[in-house]
């Protein structure tokens, strides 16, 4: 018998997001496109199962000595430009292992769609001179003085950075003033400095941040030391060529400073330094499958190439906490450490309880307007987020679709929070009465009582309808939902935290943790010496604010949740689907780990959704079974895909089981 001929093969990854397809699929490739055909370029490949041509990537190639199986060819290579670098590859598919969901998920995230002009231009202009491109990247002596300088404020920081060390820092808590006058977090300016000392040293940084409000404020920061030719910003609201460009710069040998948003961890620099900034912030939890927090994609990186890793922010998360008191994580403290001069205001003796606004607050405010802008953070945004009615005090409802009503503005009718119906002719359903009362202000009611208060005095709106991202440094009253505060030039002459209580009423198991994080951003944005009143609030949470003191409260509330087996003390996973996929997996997930505690599943309760069947179950499990339950689960939510595809004969099913790994706040 003649042995067969040896030919060369490569193994695709599909771009699908079917759960079955996520594995390597061997493709033979033809004589005509073997001088092309190189790992990381996008590919168009048959797929028997489902009877057309689809989008993929090169994953390896190899040669097969015995051609006997029947392969089919590599239908297309869609372009030259390796846009998926083995790093990446390897980084989502240890990342999408972790949380038991899909390569291409991932990758999805990152690798843009295609451009061809900029795609062009980019092959183009990489035959060019790559030291012309480095000498234009490079920060000036001056810069890398002036960033020495700002990392000697914490001692070891520089070193810890050379030597690729995993740190956690808390950012210095007040503005500092950069370009055209203009103030940033200081620690922001640590973090660009910390970047452009890794940038001399001839390698890349990721700084990932929250929003596009911190993107401008790190922007502005990296302004002061690292050259604009450096700075690759990766913004969601980049057009698409763009967003492709700015990728594409990202696969060049010239070292940059990558800033994004949570999907710019993946980024595919050849890094030496990963950052975080406020790692707390559900901004950099993924909402997509498989939904990984920008975080756990860091330490994953960190563990796979050994570049440096820093996270840095205003308060420790409790899950950074956690790695800090394990000694993953190094802990580097200022010299000198600062704290905002933070009081916590109440009613005082002739006053009315519950007052909104104490008359400390009230009077710190009046004083400080004489010299510059106040700051009023409240809790929601509209003019009157909750009504009641007036006699009996119960929620007012619409009687249409039972949805909460709201008030838009003062003296209009109620509206429906849900359907949108105007409540004409409301009437209690308790008690009959046909009045309302305002339950609670938000921004709009509480600019509108201040101006009134204020007469004189300019008030600026700013929330998720009015965004205002900087105010000069003339007197003013600014009136802000959390996290939509503007930076202001020096900083605010004082600040006003308000419905902290109401804050901390939200049914959240990290509520507490959350609250601390909003009010300590917003305390960072006062004046030096500014006072910060907290209104309303005690407590281990408050006295964590007035004394700065924000790790050890973190190390309390991991002590709390430690008897609970609630996160991060354990990892935490939802399982949902079908009933009976649900039972499957779990029955299957304990053969598998036989380790488990006991109490480990909490469930299956059913959750039906439109008179469908639906079960849903908690599983809490130690870090160190995560990579065996993650792949048991996976392999749940492949057999469940693969039933509903056969139930259904060649039509394709959506998968009947959902499994999300590492939920932050976890409820049945």
Known sequence: M????????????????????????????????????????????????????????????????????????????????????????????????????????????????????????????????????????????????????????????????????????????????????????????????????????????????????????????LGEFAPAAAVVRVDARQSGPERYRAFLRTLDDTPCIVIGNRSAVYAPVDAGLVAVWDDGDALLDEPLAPYVHARDAALVRQELFGHALLFIGHTRSADTERLVGLGYLREITAHRRYAPRVVLSSTTQGERPGTRVPSAAFRAAREALEHGPVLVQVARPGYAPVLVCAECRNAARCSHCSGPLFAASRGAAPV??????????????????????????????TADDLGRAFADTRVILAD??????????????????????????????????????????????RIAESCLRWWSNAAALAAPGAPVHLVGVTGSVARALATWTQPA???????????????????????????????????????????LAPDAVVGPVRVDEDDTPRSRALLRFEYGVGTA????????????????????GRAVRATTLRVRLDVADPQL
């Open 629 to 648: 339950v993650a792949a048991s689960l996976r392999a749940s939510v492949v057999s469940a895909a693969l039933r509903g595809r056969r139930g259904r």
């Open 464 to 509: 998720g309808d009015h965004p205002v991202e900087r105010v000069d440094s003339r007197p003013a009253l600014v009136v802000a939902t959390r996290g939509a505060e503007p930076r202001a030039d020096g900083g605010y002459a004082a600040v006003l935290l308000l419905d902290g209580d109401r804050m901390l009423m939200a049914d959240d198991l």
């Open 2 to 221: 003649t042995r067969s001929a040896s030919r060369p093969i490569a193994r695709v990854l599909i771009d699908s997001p079917l759960p079955q397809l996520d594995r390597l699929f061997d493709y033979a490739v033809p004589a005509e496109l073997a001088h092309s055909a190189r790992p990381g370029v996008r590919v168009r490949v048959p797929l028997r199962s489902v009877g057309r041509v689809v989008d993929g990537f090169i994953v390896e190639l190899g040669v097969e000595e015995a051609a006997e199986r029947a392969l089919s060819d590599i239908e297309e290579i869609v372009s030259d430009a390796v846009v998926m670098p083995g790093r990446l590859y390897t980084l989502a598919r240890r990342v999408a292992d972790r949380a038991a969901g899909s390569v291409s998920d991932i990758l999805r995230l990152v690798v843009p769609k295609r451009q061809v002009r900029v795609e062009k231009a980019w092959l183009a202009q990489r035959d060019a001179d790559p030291a012309e491109d480095a000498e234009a990247a490079s920060p000036s002596a001056d810069a890398l003085t002036r960033a020495a300088e700002t990392l000697g404020a914490f001692p070891g920081l520089a070193e810890a950075l050379d030597e690729r060390q995993r740190i956690v820092v808390d950012a210095p808590a007040r503005p500092e003033t950069v370009a055209d006058g203009q103030s940033v977090s200081a620690g922001m300016v640590l973090l660009a400095a910390a970047a452009t000392s890794v940038l001399a040293a001839g390698r890349s940084s990721v700084l990932v941040v929250p929003d596009y409000r911190d993107q401008d404020a790190l922007e502005l920061a």
């Open 416 to 445: 429906c929070r849900w359907c949108g119906r105007t409540a004409h002719g409301w009437r209690c359903g308790n008690c009959d009465s046909d009045r309302v009362r305002l339950a609670s202000s938000g921004s709009e009611r």
């Open 553 to 595: 409260f973190a190390r309390a509330e991991i002590a709390e949740r430690l008897p609970l087996h609630m996160p991060p003390a354990s990892r935490v996973a939802v399982i949902e689907g079908d009933p009976p996929a649900v039972d499957e997996a779990l029955r299957v997930l304990h053969e598998d780990v036989p380790t």
